[in-house]
């Protein structure tokens, strides 16, 4: 099946500093969405890209699928951005099934 | 967008006993999902909840263990059988609408002794 690989596996910002997180895939991708799981446990969608560019205020997203990977984008972190970040995607001919990536932990420190 | 909910939100059940996990969708959804999730790992999908026919089981997940109903396009429940310390996790339904974003509830974390 399809590998999702995500860098870094852990991140330590300031406040205010910003990030990238990385997401590499191994196969042609249908669906790719962005999730934040907060220490709650709950996952939110940030982001449905399967390929160009899309921003949320201070989040923004890019999917490169010709070249399989995706990146999100944090300006200004805030420490309710601390939690994980997870890369999920839907290869090609896989009946809409989202196979998720290994995650990046953030922790936002003041 | 939709607002899952789950219920119960956490449990403590002995080995050898089930538990049905309920999860509740506010608007019609076109799939609905459960997966489970161990301390500290990613998420691995368990099954497909089709409706009004048998669930679709990834591998490694059998329906004798993990028995799935959706009986409508807004409900679904995940019985896990027989349960051994093993089976200890955090489940999660989830639900993907007709714009193919995909939503999850609140997770039921289950402890197994």
């Known amino acids: 099946g399809i590998q999702v690989e995500q860098s870094p596996p852990d991140l330590i910002l300031q406040e205010g500093a910003n990030s990238t997180l990385r997401c590499n895939f191994s196969?042609?991708?249908?669906?790719l969405q962005w999730f934040h799981q907060n220490p709650w446990g709950q996952l939110i969608n940030l982001f449905y890209?399967?390929?160009g560019t899309k921003q949320n205020g201070r989040l923004s997203a890019t999917t490169v699928a010709t070249e399989r990977y995706s990146l999100l984008y944090i300006s200004s972190s805030q420490t309710t951005d601390s939690g994980v970040y997870f890369c999920?995607?839907?290869?090609?001919?896989?009946?809409?099934?989202?196979?998720f990536g290994t995650g990046t932990r953030l922790q936002v420190t003041l | 967008s939709a607002v899952i909910s789950q219920k119960p939100s956490r449990d403590i059940c002995q080995r050898g006993t089930s538990l049905t996990i309920q999860c509740q969708v506010d608007?019609?959804?076109?799939?609905m999902f459960w997966y489970r999730q161990q301390p500290g790992q990613s998420l691995t999908l368990i099954a497909t909840?089709?409706?009004?026919?048998?669930?679709?089981?990834e591998s490694g997940f059998v329906i004798d263990k993990f028995p799935i109903s959706r009986p409508n396009l807004t409900f679904s429940t995940l019985t896990v059988s027989n349960m051994s310390p093993e089976d200890s996790s955090i489940y999660l339904c989830?639900?993907?609408?007709?714009?193919?974003?995909?939503?999850f509830g609140p997770g039921t974390r289950l402890t197994v002794t």
């Open positions: 989830s639900a993907r609408t007709g714009g193919n974003k995909q939503y």
């Open positions: 196969d042609s991708v249908n669906n």
């Open positions: 890209i399967p390929s």
């Open positions: 999920a995607v839907e290869g090609a001919g896989t009946a809409s099934k989202l196979t």
């Open positions: 608007s019609q959804v076109t799939m």
């Open positions: 909840a089709n409706q009004g026919s048998e669930a679709t089981y």
